[in-house]
């Protein structure tokens, strides 16, 4: 077969990949939006904000 993989290693490999993309496009959502909300938080730890 194709790179001496069988064909039920290509199902099982197209199944972890259709898994991890979508979980990996939702940890860096979360990601990106702890990140912006620690930058929130450090601005007003700081006193940049005018009171």
């Known amino acids: ?5 069988e ?3 290509w199902l099982v490999i197209a199944a972890v990949l259709a898994v991890s993309l979508p ?5 860096m959502k979360w990601w990106s939006r ?3 909300e620690k930058k929130q938080h450090q601005r007003g ?3 940049d904000e005018d009171d």
């Open 7 to 9: 064909w039920y290693w």
């Open 23 to 27: 979980l990996k496009v939702k940890f």
């Open 45 to 47: 730890k700081w006193g």
């Open 34 to 36: 702890r990140a912006q």
């Open 1 to 5: 077969m194709f790179l001496g993989l």
